[in-house]
């Protein structure tokens, strides 16, 4: 820049000369630069600290002490400390008692408003805190057990629809002589000891259960002309379950229904420990008693509460959830059948499986040891014993693998050169014996001991398990599945059962049918 001379001219007679200074364009474009990246963090800083601070800064002084340390790299430390001492008081808390006249906050907005009535310090506070959350998980807790007795005693009902479909069947039966039709026609008679059919057994009190699992099978099978239905019920249920089957063929499947009386070797002479199993005291107190009052439910979870609910189930000690340990004698001319429970629904056609090489086994079975869920596909030995028991600790391996009951294929010829059906029978006694100690549920632990060595494990495509347990299973593997079983409480027939595991089953329901409209089912 130039040089600028001022001098007088007037009354002064020496003049004086002022020089600016010498600024490059350089300097001012750094100056410029440095200032454009200053002042956005001065001010994102300044917001930050602005927004983080307890208390507010209205002031330049105030915000310079705040702003001071942390430029410098120096952070106020009160806030850590604070922190450290509520870590402090609450591990000290940790393994002190809640006094239990203490008075707890109902909420968070009451525990806010005690805080600044009463001026807690962090121990009281810690203590208080501590309380709250004993009190709610507990209320959890409570209300977790109440919700699956609650499941328990609905799984363990009979929907109103299904008692009124079987009462009005059984009225049908007689006053219809189409509903007495015999099963099947008498030309079909020689079919049902056929060995060159598919001979499908089905044992059940559930009318609706049957027909699902009928109509499942006839629509998913790619020669329906050589399906054979054994339906089995008991004496109560028979009529209305024929008079279903006889007012609705599922052409040109053939389908016999038989009520447990009508076999003449099911007999209490043959099969004692039946009446033994229905009549011990001990049973009836298991299995009828009052479920919650034997619970001690400070020592359980739910998971095991569970369990212990299902293993309690009337059903296991029905005549017709023991009927499938005497295949050979109920069907003598028969060589392989294939056992269904009723809540299994058929995806695709099952007639490969009299196909299947059981090497010289009796019972080809998913096993259920082996599988990505580990809560329906880890379950061994110890999941059905107590092996604190000597005879179960000496007799058993607890990491044995078990298997699956629900959709076996049985070899009856191998079985009738074996003694299973007898092992059975001599584990019943010793558990009744016993006191029930040995295993809770009914009818797989005994089935566990009397098949061991005589098991086929087959490819787990055919039967995926816990539709009626487990809600996370995958639709896509429902899908794939050639069976499907609802095992568990559930069914998709009770109001319980999983909505979006439901239409897997439901699919095969005719709402159209006048008795399911009149009854109801499933509105």
Same mark, same amino acid.
């Given at each position: 820049?130039?040089?600028?001379?001022?001098?007088?001219?007037?009354?002064?007679?020496?003049?004086?000369?002022v020089s600016?200074?010498?600024?490059?364009?350089?300097?001012?474009?750094?100056?410029i630069?440095?200032?454009?990246?200053?002042?956005?963090f001065v001010? =994102?800083?300044t917001?930050?600290?602005?927004l983080?601070g307890?208390?507010k800064?209205?002031?330049?002084?105030?915000?310079?002490?705040?702003?001071?340390?942390?430029?410098?790299?120096?952070?106020?430390?009160?806030?850590?400390?604070?922190?450290?001492?509520?870590?402090?008081?609450?591990?000290?808390?940790?393994?002190?008692?809640?006094?239990?006249?203490i008075?707890?906050?109902d909420?968070?907005?009451?525990?806010?408003?005690e805080m600044?009535?009463?001026?807690?310090?962090?121990?009281?506070?810690?203590?208080?805190?501590k309380?709250?959350m004993?009190?709610?998980?507990?209320? =959890?807790?409570?209300?977790?057990?109440?919700?699956?007795?609650?499941k328990?005693f609905?799984?363990?009902?009979?929907?109103?629809?299904?008692h009124?479909?079987?009462?009005?069947?059984?009225d049908?039966?007689?006053?219809?002589?189409?509903?007495r039709r015999?099963l099947?026609?008498?030309e079909?008679l020689?079919?049902?000891?056929?060995?060159?059919?598919?001979?499908?057994?089905?044992s059940?009190?559930?009318?609706?259960?049957a027909?699902?699992?009928?109509?499942?099978?006839v629509?998913?099978?790619?020669?329906?002309?050589?399906?054979v239905?054994?339906?089995?019920?008991d004496?109560?249920t028979?009529?209305?379950?024929?008079?279903w089957f006889?007012?609705?063929?599922?052409?040109?499947?053939?389908?016999?229904?038989?009520?447990?009386?009508?076999?003449?070797?099911?007999?209490r002479?043959?099969?004692?420990?039946?009446?033994?199993v229905?009549?011990?005291?001990?049973?009836?107190n298991?299995?009828?008693?009052?479920?919650?009052a034997?619970?001690?439910?400070?020592?359980t979870t739910?998971?095991?509460?569970?369990?212990k609910?299902?293993?309690?189930?009337?059903?296991?000690?029905?005549?017709?959830?023991?009927?499938?340990?005497?295949?050979p004698?109920?069907?003598?001319?028969?060589d392989?059948?294939?056992?269904?429970?009723?809540d299994?629904v058929?995806?695709?056609?099952l007639?490969?499986?009299w196909?299947?090489?059981?090497?010289?086994?009796?019972?080809?079975?998913?096993?259920?040891?082996?599988?990505?869920?580990?809560?329906?596909?880890?379950?061994?030995?110890?999941?059905?014993?107590?092996?604190s028991?000597?005879?179960?600790?000496?007799?058993?391996d607890?990491?044995e693998?078990a298997?699956?009951?629900?959709?076996?294929?049985?070899?009856l010829?191998?079985?009738?050169?074996?003694?299973?059906?007898?092992?059975y029978?001599?584990?019943l006694k010793?558990?009744l014996?016993?006191?029930?100690?040995l295993?809770r549920l009914?009818?797989l632990?005994?089935?566990?001991?009397?098949?061991?060595?005589?098991?086929?494990?087959?490819?787990?495509?055919?039967?995926?398990?816990?539709?009626?347990?487990?809600?996370?299973t995958?639709i896509e593997?429902?899908?794939?599945a050639?069976?499907?079983?609802?095992?568990?409480q559930s069914?998709?027939?009770?109001?319980?059962?999983?909505?979006?595991?439901?239409p897997?089953?439901?699919?095969y329901?005719?709402?159209?049918?006048d008795?399911?409209k009149?009854?109801h089912?499933?509105?």
């Amino acid at each position: 820049m130039k040089s600028l001379t001022i001098s007088s001219s007037s009354s002064s007679s020496h003049g004086f000369k002022v020089s600016a200074r010498h600024i490059s364009y350089r300097t001012m474009f750094r100056t410029i630069l440095i200032l454009a990246v200053v002042l956005p963090f001065v001010f =994102i800083l300044t917001a930050l600290v602005t927004l983080e601070g307890v208390n507010k800064c209205s002031s330049f002084d105030c915000l310079g002490r705040r702003l001071g340390p942390k430029l410098l790299g120096r952070g106020d430390d009160s806030g850590q400390r604070l922190v450290s001492e509520l870590y402090k008081n609450l591990n000290q808390v940790n393994s002190v008692e809640v006094p239990d006249g203490i008075k707890l906050p109902d909420n968070f907005t009451h525990l806010v408003s005690e805080m600044k009535s009463n001026k807690y310090n962090a121990q009281e506070f810690a203590v208080v805190l501590k309380g709250m959350m004993e009190r709610s998980e507990k209320e =959890i807790l409570e209300t977790k057990f109440a919700e699956l007795v609650n499941k328990h005693f609905a799984a363990s009902s009979v929907p109103k629809g299904i008692h009124c479909l079987s009462l009005r069947l059984t009225d049908e039966y007689s006053s219809n002589a189409h509903a007495r039709r015999q099963l099947p026609s008498p030309e079909f008679l020689p079919v049902l000891s056929d060995n060159s059919y598919y001979h499908f057994i089905l044992s059940t009190d559930n009318i609706l259960a049957a027909s699902v699992v009928v109509n499942s099978a006839v629509q998913s099978s790619l020669t329906p002309e050589k399906i054979v239905f054994h339906v089995i019920t008991d004496k109560k249920t028979y009529a209305g379950m024929h008079s279903w089957f006889a007012l609705n063929p599922y052409s040109p499947a053939i389908i016999e229904v038989k009520g447990v009386h009508q076999f003449d070797w099911l007999t209490r002479d043959n099969v004692p420990i039946l009446e033994a199993v229905e009549n011990h005291s001990g049973v009836r107190n298991y299995y009828h008693g009052n479920h919650v009052a034997v619970t001690n439910l400070s020592d359980t979870t739910p998971r095991l509460l569970a369990s212990k609910l299902q293993a309690r189930s009337p059903k296991y000690i029905s005549l017709l959830n023991h009927l499938r340990i005497y295949l050979p004698e109920l069907f003598p001319n028969l060589d392989k059948v294939v056992f269904l429970d009723d809540d299994v629904v058929i995806q695709q056609d099952l007639s490969t499986l009299w196909e299947l090489d059981l090497g010289g086994k009796v019972n080809g079975a998913v096993e259920t040891c082996k599988g990505g869920d580990s809560w329906v596909m880890s379950k061994r030995f110890r999941n059905y014993f107590n092996f604190s028991h000597p005879l179960i600790a000496k007799t058993l391996d607890p990491k044995e693998c078990a298997w699956a009951y629900g959709m076996n294929i049985f070899d009856l010829r191998a079985w009738r050169k074996t003694n299973i059906t007898e092992t059975y029978h001599t584990w019943l006694k010793e558990n009744l014996s016993s006191n029930l100690t040995l295993w809770r549920l009914g009818t797989l632990p005994p089935a566990l001991i009397a098949f061991r060595g005589h098991v086929q494990p087959i490819d787990p495509s055919w039967h995926l398990l816990g539709l009626g347990y487990q809600s996370k299973t995958s639709i896509e593997s429902v899908k794939k599945a050639s069976v499907i079983h609802y095992n568990g409480q559930s069914k998709p027939w009770l109001e319980i059962g999983f909505e979006h595991l439901r239409p897997f089953w439901s699919k095969y329901i005719n709402y159209s049918n006048d008795f399911v409209k009149s009854c109801h089912i499933l509105e």
